[in-house]
């Protein structure tokens, strides 16, 4: 989720499914966005879909909408583009503070949980029970690394901006997206490791 | 202060104490170049008087004769000598500029008289000094007149006469910088003594000893990288700083025996004096030690706590507080075993009314009965008096003060509105010690050493 719901937060959504897609996860997934402050009913920004496109998304067909409580309360994950958005679903809803992360963070989390080493095997579950339980696992890493600063934890926020800034944003999403979808595929699937 | 503590200060300082003394050798020297050099002639005259015939008449002559020449010595520097010397060599200066030049002496128990010339002109002094000897032959006649027999009673005779000198008598380089490094030497030790007393930092065990009887339950151990990775104990569990946490957890089980209140707060003078690292890090070793561990953070002002820890503070006490949210709901859990975080929550308008009410009591009370400890990160106890309210509410407070940072006064202070409000305080901790140098702390003087201390001092 973000502020508007039409920049960075459709981008990461569509770039989630395309990429849980690439890995045959997306029986086992459901994403959708929201946006704190949304512009209800706006597609996507033309820069915005354009960047999706660029890194194998599909913009089309979202609708923007705000975030309200059932939302996070069903999740089992909420990623957000910034810290203020994180301070936002917790308010809404505390008991979120166990599964909600910026985006950037959710992937450092993550790739610290696999380097780790200290994974839990998951049980032959259906995948989308596994990725449910990888969830409190990358939350126990929190605190033992760092952002180095704080901004590398958060995605810039394009709107209104440049091309360039929107190239910028696209490609942090773009790159958060794949780190979290390839390692928790890994996790989720140790057969399946290289 | 003990000789102890004057080999202290000496340690602390001696980079001042060196740049001062390296400045009056500067000072030395300069002045020494400075100064024009100034050549030295002598010329050394035999005054005799006329010989007697008795050994009583000698003894007499000869006292006679020490007297005239101490007599005539001080003739030298006055104008019956100087003034033809200053015509006949043409010299630009009055009878007194010339006679601060000259000095005359009686080596002792002698009868001869050292004339010493001194000027910026070798060539010159030697020639005043040759001329002040022969106008001094000449006025004999006029100071002691012959006798009757025609025989002169004092005669002055050249022995030696004045040689061109090669060397310049000033300014004395050696002896100047010696000089200039003494006094300097002298002034360095003076400031760093004043230094040290006027110095009201904290700066190790005895200057909390001066202010407090309370025990010293921790040192910690200064790591500049602190800012970088605040939780130690869990970044690197065999570094000097992860084990002396590891040492003020074992010093907290002494702590308060006997009381089932197992809830401590953690607050300090002034801020930055790495209270709520200390909490963090405190918190971690507890839990690593197997316990259940719960900590708050009661800084509802500027909370710090839950960023060192990486999590998302936006709901915690306050809310809890106000009755908005379920504790259940609001508790954090850290990592992987049983430490659980409190956040602050909503920053309230009235932070200290909060903390010091009914609810926080009984919201103590729970969490005492949950968890093995209770850790409360308070504000510091200077600025606001959040901190002293917690003490009050908890079992009493562990005293944060930062080595070279905190004043003595401050900490006096702080402990003081501790005591103001019937606050037990059950101990201090040093955090920042230096762990080189004169104030460097001994491991194992405030707990037990494993020893990891060693292997790594070893290793590096």
Not at chain 2, 354 to 383: C, N, Q, T
Request: glycine letters at 8%; aromatic letters at 4%; one cysteine or more.
């Amino acid at each position: 989720m973000c502020t508007g719901n039409i920049c960075r937060s459709p981008q990461a959504e569509r770039l989630l499914i395309a990429e849980f897609e690439r890995r045959g996860l997306s029986g086992a997934v459901e994403v959708s966005s929201a946006g704190v402050a949304a512009l209800v009913g706006e597609p996507m920004t033309e820069q915005a879909a354009a960047q999706t496109i660029g890194y194998g998304g599909n913009p089309s067909g979202h609708v923007a909408r705000r975030l309200a409580d059932p939302m996070v309360e069903q999740a089992d994950l909420v990623l957000t583009m910034e810290r203020t958005h994180r301070a936002d679903v917790v308010r809404l809803v505390p008991r979120a503070s166990r599964y909600a992360f910026t985006l950037p963070e959710f992937a450092r989390l993550a790739v610290d949980l696999r380097d780790s080493g200290e994974a839990e095997e998951p049980d032959p579950a259906a995948d989308a029970d596994r990725l449910r339980a990888l969830v409190p696992q990358v939350a126990a890493g929190r605190g033992l690394s760092l952002p180095g600063a704080a901004e590398h934890d958060e995605v810039e926020d394009p709107y209104r901006q440049s091309d360039e800034v929107y190239a910028r944003s696209a490609a942090q999403v773009a790159t958060a997206v794949s780190t979290i979808v390839t390692v928790l595929a890994e996790l989720s699937r140790p057969s399946a490791r290289g | 202060m003990e000789l102890r503590d004057y080999l202290r200060i000496l340690r602390r300082n001696w980079v001042i104490i060196l740049v001062i003394t390296l400045a009056g050798v500067a000072g030395g020297a300069t002045y020494s170049l400075l100064q024009t050099p100034q050549y030295e002639a002598t010329t050394k005259v035999f005054v005799s008087t006329s010989s007697a015939d008795s050994v009583s008449d000698l003894n007499a002559g000869n006292s006679f004769t020490q007297q005239i020449v101490r007599s005539y010595a001080q003739v030298v520097t006055t104008g019956l000598v100087l003034d033809p010397v200053i015509s006949e060599l043409g010299l630009d200066r009055t009878t007194r500029e010339l006679a601060d030049q000259v000095s005359a002496e009686v080596t002792l128990n002698t009868v001869i008289v050292d004339i010493t010339v001194t000027d910026a002109d070798p060539v010159l002094a030697a020639n005043i000094a040759n001329s002040i000897a022969k106008n001094l032959i000449e006025a004999v006649p006029e100071l002691t007149p012959a006798n009757a027999d025609g025989v002169a009673p004092v005669k002055v005779t050249v022995t030696q006469s004045a040689q061109v000198p090669d060397e310049p008598v000033s300014p004395r380089v050696p002896l100047n910088i010696a000089l200039g490094a003494l006094v300097g030497l002298a002034f360095g030790i003076g400031i760093a003594v004043l230094r040290s007393v006027l110095d009201q930092r904290i700066r190790g065990q005895r200057d909390v000893e001066l202010v407090t009887d309370r025990p010293i339950i921790g040192a910690i151990a200064y790591d500049p990288k602190a800012k970088d990775r605040p939780l130690i104990v869990h970044a690197d569990p065999l570094s000097p700083r992860a084990e002396s946490f590891r040492s003020l957890r074992t010093n907290l089980q002494f702590v308060d025996m006997g009381s089932d209140r197992r809830s401590f707060v953690v607050t300090s003078s002034i801020e930055s004096e790495g209270k709520s690292t200390t909490t963090a890090n405190l918190a971690i070793a507890l839990r690593d030690s197997g316990l259940n561990i719960c900590v708050i953070e009661g800084d509802l002002r500027r909370p710090k706590l839950v960023d060192y820890l990486g999590l998302e503070g936006a709901v915690g006490l306050t809310d809890v507080l106000i009755g908005r949210v379920q504790l259940s709901d609001a508790l954090q859990r850290w990592g992987r075993n049983n430490l659980f975080v409190l956040p602050a929550g909503q920053i309230p308008p009235n932070p200290s009314e909060l903390l010091g009410s009914a609810a926080m009591a009984k919201l103590l009370r729970d969490l005492e009965s949950e968890f093995h400890i209770v850790l409360v990160d308070a504000p510091p106890l200077l600025p606001v008096t959040d901190g002293a309210i917690l003490s009050k509410q908890t079992s009493g407070a562990i005293v944060v003060a930062a080595a070279g940072r905190t004043q003595r006064n401050q900490l006096e202070a702080a402990l003081k509105s501790l005591e103001s409000v019937d606050a037990k305080v059950h101990g201090i901790v040093l955090t920042m010690m230096p762990t080189k140098g004169p104030d460097a702390y001994g491991y194992g003087a405030y707990g037990y050493g494993y020893g990891y201390t060693q292997e790594t001092s070893s290793k590096s």
